[in-house]
């Protein structure tokens, strides 16, 4: 008997157990950008935790196991299946086809005689009862349909019996010659398409062949294939769950805590110094949290070693404050005292007082400014900040460079708002630095007005001090904040600055979390720009007034938005006139004297327009 | 008739310098260089004001300063070489009315001194009420219920000038300049510590000020009758 040659099923081929990976969500087109942005971060969030990672990972991998597990377990009974099916079915057409040909012995005699003859033999066939030999229905091979097949090539037409149309003509050809050969085919019954196994085999009777063929419906063998494929997808997935759980709670061991640890280097960060974890657990937490403690010991120990220094280092600024500056004070006791009594000295005498009192105020200075400088180094600068309105800050510190300005012959031209300009400030190092910004300007100015301009938003406030002096070589500004650098070594100093005050101002600024920038161009003058936060811990985005007046704005600063800069009166304010100083009896230039002020040369424009200068835009 | 000022400092060059300048500026001057002997030549003197260096071998000036305030309101001006926030302020907790930088010009000195000399200006027998506070500004008694509250004389001047205009919002400045004599900008610490001081004193809860209260960014008012 020839081996059959088996079709690869088509429908029953396993069919992959993949389970309907749900990837993100199609985002829908009218959501918008920010809700797309959201889900970015939350992707962004989700793919680089670890814990979840774990989770996405385990959940992949398994999958794509239980695919191929799946997969190789659904061929391998598919495979067994159909052997089974096809082995009982070629015995049962070797055994068939006997009982067919002693049925159809003599059909040939009598061609008439060829369909009643195949019908028989169908029945017999088709009916257990007769087939005592097991051969009939409900053998191994299950129920089939019998068909037989008189090719009678002398007739016109072919004899057949049973639903001869259900078998394919490749398996005909084969049978005619000869074979023993099945074929996989679908058949309609009931209008359905089934899948069916046709076995065929010739029938020789003496003088004539026959053709059998037995068609085994599939449905059977189908269900339980497709029970299988249920039982596998449904189960991998159960499993794939289960394990992703697994996952999760295993990762979540091992996650917790690196968590703990986080939070742990959190507090420690935010100067929680005796922050420490428990060394308890698997060996390799314990160790994590070992290697946790000792980091935190030792940066503790390093930042005790800094305090200290620290300390040190105040308490030496202090002490040597403190013995400098008593032997000076009683020399600059001794040199006023003279001072004050020089008319009645002989002039080379007189003139000796003066130098000496006029050195002793810059050897004070200078005094001052170290020690403010090496505060700053050894980070000991305190900022003791109040709600205070800018414009009277800026009164005094123009006050406090009156008399400068009146030898330098300078004027000063502020630019002020009408209303108060509360920000948080530590008034008297904002005060120092505006003066130094001013006595810096004076001292470049070669006889040219100086400008204080003030400008604000809700975040910010600038103040610009510029001159239109000698101004700055490129470069330059960079260097004007360097301690004891000087523009030009050989030119004449006027205000003798001690060359630390711009150092100092922008340690100061700093100190406020504040911008303090140069601009400037050769011989156009330069323009120092003090930019703060209205409110202390507030960071700085952008600056109401541009530092390149050139430019219309700080790109980032919302200058547009300030509402004093358009409505700004300009006065110009001649020093000598400045209404301030003890003399005055009214105190220091108010804020209210300078709205005042401010005003009176707003109405007085349209009187007197060669006073006022309108803001460039 | 002469005021007279203490001279507390180790120093004996500074010592004698102030004190040749202010007898030069018709104060009667008493020296004492040590810190342990300070109290004790402050109850000897009587003095007028006291000039008090911070830094003292044996005492140091703020224990002096406590001690003294133990028994008397009398103007006290520190000596400091040390401008930080945490020296001054602690001197004027300890009770100085004010404080003087070295080094200081000699008029200075002199102008700090003769400030907190001059008194409030007394024009008739004023009476004054805040909050439930009972000023007699002649008699430099102040009052609640009858019952007496002992202040130094500058924190009477604080609670007097806050108690004459009782609607006005005084801005720090304006307080210095009042009551302090300090013609221009000078440390608004001295008033914040000040009126915590006059608070602690006159205040029934000084955490919920009712006689003196704070006005935001701008300064402090008097409480409302």
């Not at chain 1, 938003?457 to 239109?468: E, I, K, N």
């Not at chain 1, 600055?497 to 050769?522: C, K, N, V, Y």
């Not at chain 2, 000596?79 to 907790?93: I, N, P, S």
């Not at chain 2, 001194?113 to 009420?129: F, G, K, P, Q, Y």
Request: hydrophobic content about 45%; aromatic content about 4%.
């Amino acid at each position: 008997m020839n081996r059959p040659s088996v079709a690869v099923p088509g429908r029953l081929s396993a069919e992959p157990v993949i389970e309907p990976v749900t990837g993100p969500a199609e985002p829908d087109p009218s959501r918008s950008a920010l809700a797309r942005q959201r889900l970015g971060l939350l992707g962004q969030f989700l793919v680089r935790s670890l814990w979840v990672r774990v989770i996405l990972a385990t959940l992949l991998l398994s999958v794509m196991v239980m695919g191929v597990l799946g997969i190789a377990l659904q061929g391998q009974i598919t495979a067994r299946l159909m052997q089974n099916k096809l082995d009982a079915a070629i015995a049962e057409v070797g055994a068939a086809r006997g009982s067919a040909a002693d049925n159809l012995v003599g059909a040939e005699v009598d061609p008439s005689q060829v369909p009643r003859k195949l019908n028989l033999a169908l029945e017999q066939l088709a009916d257990p009862a007769r087939a005592g030999d097991g051969s009939g229905q409900g053998s191994n091979a299950g129920v089939f349909e019998p068909v037989l097949i008189s090719p009678r090539p002398l007739l016109a037409d072919e004899v057949t019996a049973g639903p001869a149309k259900d078998v394919p003509a490749a398996l005909r050809a084969r049978i005619a010659a000869g074979q023993l050969a099945s074929q996989y085919v679908t058949v309609v019954r009931d209008g359905v398409r089934l899948p069916a196994l046709v076995v065929g085999a010739p029938v020789s009777t003496r003088n004539d062949t026959y053709e059998l063929y037995l068609i085994y419906l599939l449905s059977g063998e189908q269900r339980t294939l497709d029970l299988v494929r249920n039982t596998l997808l449904v189960g991998g997935t159960l499993l794939a769950l289960l394990l992703a759980l697994i996952a999760a709670l295993v990762a979540h061991q091992v996650v917790r805590p690196v968590r703990r640890a986080s939070a742990a280097a959190s507090r420690l960060a935010a100067g929680a110094l005796d922050e420490r974890m428990a060394v308890k657990g698997p060996v390799e937490l314990a160790q994590l949290s070992r290697s946790f403690n000792g980091m935190a010991q030792a940066i503790k120990a390093q930042i005790s070693r800094l305090e200290e220094f620290g300390q040190l280092q105040r308490q030496f600024t202090s002490d040597v404050s403190h013995e400098l500056r008593t032997p000076l004070t009683t020399v600059r006791m001794a040199a006023d005292l003279l001072h004050a009594d020089r008319d009645e000295l002989p002039p080379h005498l007189a003139r000796s007082t003066e130098l000496m009192v006029d050195e002793l105020d810059r050897f004070e200075d200078l005094l001052a400014d170290l020690l403010e400088i090496s505060r700053y180094d050894a980070g000991m600068a305190e900022l003791s900040a109040e709600v205070i309105d800018l414009r009277s800050v800026i009164g005094n510190a123009i006050y406090t460079v009156t008399s400068i300005a009146t030898v330098a012959k300078v004027q000063i031209i502020t630019m002020l708002p009408d209303e108060p300009v509360r920000v948080q400030i530590d008034s008297r190092r904002i005060e120092r630095i505006l003066r130094n910004l001013l006595a810096n300007a004076i001292d470049h100015a070669e006889g040219h007005p100086v400008e204080v301009e003030v400008a604000a938003d809700d975040t910010a406030v600038a103040v610009v001090v510029s001159d239109s002096g000698v101004g700055l070589k490129p470069g330059e500004a960079g260097l004007v904040f360097n301690r004891f650098w000087r523009a030009d070594p050989s030119r004449q100093r006027q205000t003798g600055g001690t060359g630390l005050g711009l150092s100092i101002s922008l340690e100061d600024a700093r100190l406020h979390g504040g911008w303090l920038q140069a601009h400037g161009r050769p011989g156009e003058g330069a323009r120092f720009r003090l930019t703060l936060p209205r409110k202390q811990g507030t960071l700085l985005l952008g600056s109401p007034l541009p530092l390149d007046p050139d430019e219309a704005a700080d790109p980032v600063g919302p200058a547009s938005t300030s509402q004093f800069t358009h409505s700004v009166p300009v006065m110009q304010l001649p020093v000598s006139a400045v209404p301030v100083g003890p003399q005055s009896g009214d105190g220091l230039l108010s804020a209210t004297a300078l709205a005042a002020l401010s005003s009176g040369f707003h109405s007085g424009a349209a009187a007197d327009p060669g006073d006022v200068r309108t803001e460039p835009s | 008739m002469r005021s007279r000022v203490l001279v507390v400092d180790d120093d004996p060059a500074l010592a004698e310098m102030l004190t040749i300048v202010l007898r030069g500026d018709g104060f009667d001057t008493a020296v004492v260089r040590d810190g342990s002997k300070a109290v004790e030549a402050f109850r000897e003197t009587h003095p007028d004001l006291i000039l008090l260096d911070l830094m003292l071998p044996g005492m140091s000036g703020l224990e002096i300063c406590k001690e003294i305030r133990q028994e008397s309101g009398l103007p006290i001006i520190m000596l400091t070489a040390r401008t930080d926030t945490v020296d001054v302020v602690l001197g004027l907790e300890a009770g100085a009315d004010d404080y003087i930088v070295k080094p200081f010009k000699p008029k200075e000195l002199t102008a700090r001194i003769r400030a907190r000399l001059r008194r409030t200006d007394v024009t008739s027998a004023e009476r004054l009420r805040v909050a439930d506070i009972d000023i007699d500004v002649l008699g430099h008694q102040v009052s609640r219920d009858e019952e007496q509250i002992s202040l130094t004389p500058l924190e009477f001047d604080l609670l007097v000038a806050l108690a004459r205009k009782p609607r006005q919002v005084f801005t720090r400045e304006v307080l210095l300049e009042q009551v302090w004599g300090y013609r221009h900008a000078a440390d608004t610490r001295l008033v914040n510590v000040h009126v915590q001081r006059l608070r602690s004193k006159i205040e029934r809860d000084p955490e919920r000020p009712e006689v003196v209260l704070t006005v935001r960014g701008v300064g402090y008012k008097a409480g409302t009758q």
